[in-house]
């Protein structure tokens, strides 16, 4: 009897482990259904393989941008058709770049061609990278020195120019502007050009809100676990930037989170003067609030650039794309009136240094065509609308969606100082991470300003000491 | 038969053997290995000595999840194994759709851990929502989150062992019983749970250890939010191998400590139910 019921518990347990196996593997699944699907239409193809490894080297990229995979994808085909070299793109999901990169590079068939996140990005990876110095890459970068470089080499190249700051929706903007009885004396967005107008001008559109058609100004400060990047990391940039340049440094062991009431000040505008209750923006996603800016809830969100694909795609959304405008962000430092947007990079490529000199070779070929060949500009300007960094672009071959537009704008004023991305020099993911759930804590009530302002000195000291190890 | 048996004892078990060096001892002897190295990668590792260890215990993270854990393990296990084992009792009673029952019970069991830990979010949230809260707003409700998803999702495969387990009681056993007086309380107490304990053990073998080791349902339905106060053991090594460069020896060592933590814990709750296992 007691066998019998043994045999019974032990298959039960035998089906769990497959359940449970089903259960996780779905978590790596979102990391890796990509890649699967890319490395079996790989091995579809094994005579190409043989054919091209009799001299030449293959190119094997691992891809950061989901969102644009499938160009990568037609780019891959249209250069092995040109050139006979095999091309092999792999794009990590949203957000699991480096897990990605952790398990493919220890791969025999590893990435021959990366990118990295910057000088913090180059410390995990310098055994990694190799020195692309002599390459015409580099040669054809306009500002060198936004290459990831030590005195032994430049290890990354960054091969796209990006921008972020308010955008708003200038039709909302010009309703309001035309109200009788509005508290500002300025009649247009532009001239808005410190904090103190921005401040009041939202906080008089707040009044107006049922005059202009919207839930709130600014759309939701999205503080979901994940999804926090544009204030743990694009916002905290500002008040890092200016106390960088105050210090005359452009990294620190020990930030003192100088100018952190300008953080509040702009912070709680923000949250103060949205679509959404402070309370509520832990169930709030980046999509959301894109979302919110292109159906018209919100007049104004802070994004970057790459966000025009996410309000473009939106269905119904009633911004034309002439309305879709880029303000820089204010927070009330001394002399704003002529800060730029906040443009730099986190996306340099870099090249397996541990792979064969051929399959070197042939990386930066492809690379080198990308961004020089007719075909290859084509590709980059128009469907990866890619800012480039290079000089190898003419004034017409640069992208024309209204976002990329207008951080070209902003850089080609010169009357205007852009910010530079200091946050690549922000500690670890750990930092930001913590950073991010003392703002939704605050946002919720539950935490002060005070002790905002102390996770933020003390994560940074403890972050920077705990990887000098 | 024993002899037959020998002959094809290689066939048969050569290739899980196989499979299961490549899959679980070599990677687990690796890993043990890698605790000691500094890496990136898994093949330039490079010897360390204890660091890791010592930098793992430097904050309070691990033992805040370790607490955290130990919390959710003791009221998760109590509770699904006492819904498990009373919907057992009755869908053991012949009751009017029984199977159906069984069926649905069982079927949350199915579902992924991922997908599970999103939807109760989203549940969860829309009830909050009248609140004007999420779940992000207090510990606790992402505690209790995490409770409530367990036991939807495991109950119904332990009422499974259960009723298994409650099918095999000998019915003269029960019927001797009956005969001399018994109340059906004390038939439950004094037959039923002494013969069901080979089931009490698996099942509780099974939950304390999926309680300890949970990982996908944790990190979709709360990612350790607020503030890392509802992560458990296994997403704090997750976010400390990949939080953090240079730390990923420290998430090792970890997920070591981890292993033996575990591992101490089911064996010692398996040789305790064992004991009071009888023959029949």
Redesign the interface.
């Known amino acids: 009897?007691?066998k019998?019921?043994?045999s019974?518990?032990l298959c039960?347990?035998m089906i769990?482990t497959v359940?449970?196996g089903?259960?996780?593997?779905?978590?790596a699944d979102?990391a890796t259904d990509e890649t699967t699907e890319e490395s079996a239409a790989d091995t579809a193809e094994p005579a190409d393989d043989t054919a091209q490894a009799a001299g030449t080297g293959k190119v094997y990229y691992l891809n950061f941008k989901p969102e644009v995979a499938e160009i990568w994808e037609e780019l891959a085909e249209l250069y092995t058709k040109e050139t006979g070299v095999e091309v092999k793109v792999v794009t990590a999901a949203s957000g699991t770049y480096?897990?990605t990169l952790?398990?493919e590079?220890?791969k025999t068939d590893a990435p021959t061609l990366f990118q990295i996140n910057g000088p913090?990005?180059y410390?995990?990876?310098k055994?990694?990278c190799l020195d692309l110095s002599d390459t015409d890459l580099y040669s054809w970068m306009i500002d060198k020195n936004l290459a990831v470089s030590t005195d032994e080499g430049v290890f990354g190249i960054p091969y796209v120019v990006e921008g972020y700051g308010i955008i708003y929706n200038d039709a909302i903007m010009r309703n309001y502007f035309a109200l009788e009885d509005k508290a500002v004396d300025i009649s247009s967005a532009e001239e808005i050009k410190n904090f103190e107008t921005l401040k009041a001008v939202v906080e008089d559109m707040t009044a107006h809100k049922e005059d202009l058609g919207i839930e709130g100004v600014f759309a939701s400060t999205s503080?979901?676990?994940?999804e926090d990047w544009r204030w743990q990391t694009h916002l905290a940039n500002l008040p890092v930037y200016y106390e960088y340049k105050d210090k005359g440094i452009s990294d620190t062991d020990t930030l003192e989170f100088t100018y952190s009431d300008n953080f509040k000040n702009i912070f709680d505008l923000y949250l103060n003067n949205s679509c959404t209750?402070p309370?509520?923006?832990?169930?709030k996603t980046v999509e959301d609030s894109m979302a919110e800016l292109a159906l018209g809830k919100a007049a104004m969100v802070q994004n970057g650039n790459w966000g025009w694909g996410d309000i473009a795609d939106v269905d119904g959304n009633t911004i034309a794309e002439e309305d879709v405008k880029f303000m820089p962000i204010y927070i009330g430092v001394e002399g704003e009136e002529t800060q730029g947007l906040c443009t730099g990079t986190e996306n340099f490529f870099s090249i397996n240094s541990k792979a064969s000199p051929e399959d070197q070779a042939a990386s930066v070929a492809f690379v080198e065509w990308l961004f020089s060949s007719d075909t290859g500009k084509d590709y980059v300007t128009n469907k990866l609308g890619f800012i480039t960094p290079f000089s190898t672009f003419e004034e017409d071959e640069k992208p024309s969606d209204p976002l990329a537009k207008e951080v070209l704008r902003y850089m080609e004023d010169s009357s205007l100082t852009s910010v530079a991305w200091n946050f690549t020099s922000f500690?670890?993911?750990?930092f930001k991470?913590?950073f991010g759930?003392?703002l939704?804590?605050y946002a919720?009530g539950?935490m002060t300003w005070d002790d905002v302002k102390n996770t933020v000195v003390e994560q940074w000291a403890?972050?920077k000491a705990?990887?000098a190890? | 038969m024993e002899r037959t048996l020998k002959k094809y004892f290689a066939v048969f078990t050569v290739p899980t053997i196989i499979a299961f060096t490549i899959s679980f001892v070599i990677p687990f002897f690796m890993g043990v290995y890698l605790s000691f190295c500094e890496f990136t990668t898994v093949v330039d590792a490079e010897f360390a000595g204890l660091s890791n260890y010592v930098k793992a215990f430097s904050n309070m993270d691990f033992l805040n999840a370790l607490w955290f854990t130990a919390k959710f393990a003791v009221i998760a296990v109590v509770s699904i194994n006492l819904f498990a084992f009373l919907l057992a009792i009755l869908l053991t009673r012949k009751i009017k759709g029984t199977n159906i029952f069984r069926t649905v019970f069982f079927m949350p069991n199915l579902i992924g851990g991922i997908v599970l830990g999103y939807i109760w979010q989203l549940v969860i949230n829309g009830v909050l929502a009248k609140y004007e809260m999420t779940m992000f707003a207090d510990a606790k409700y992402g505690f209790w989150g995490l409770v409530i998803l367990m036991n939807w999702q495991l109950i119904g495969y332990m009422m499974i062992i259960y009723i298994a387990g409650i099918q095999n009681v000998p019915g003269e056993l029960i019927d001797a019983a009956r005969v001399d007086g018994a109340n059906p309380l004390q038939v439950l107490k004094n037959v039923t749970i002494p013969m069901v304990m080979p089931s009490i053990t698996i099942c509780l073998f099974l939950t304390v250890s999926n309680s300890f080791k949970l990982f996908d349902q944790n990190l979709a339905l709360t990612g350790g939010a607020p503030s890392r106060k509802t992560a458990m053991l296994a997403l704090d090594i997750f976010d400390t191998f990949y939080g953090r460069i240079g730390f990923e020896g420290v998430g090792q060592a970890k997920a070591v400590v981890f292993f033996i933590l575990v591992a101490v814990i089911a064996l010692s709750q398996l040789a305790l139910t064992r004991r009071k296992e009888v023959e029949n």
């Open positions: 009897m007691k019998k019921l043994v019974i518990l039960a347990a769990s359940l449970v089903c259960g996780s593997k779905e978590a979102q480096e897990q952790k398990s590079i220890a913090v990005g410390q995990s990876w055994e990694y503080l979901t676990p994940g209750a309370t509520m923006l832990a169930s500690p670890s993911q750990t991470d913590n759930a003392a939704l804590e919720q539950s403890a972050e705990a990887i190890e």
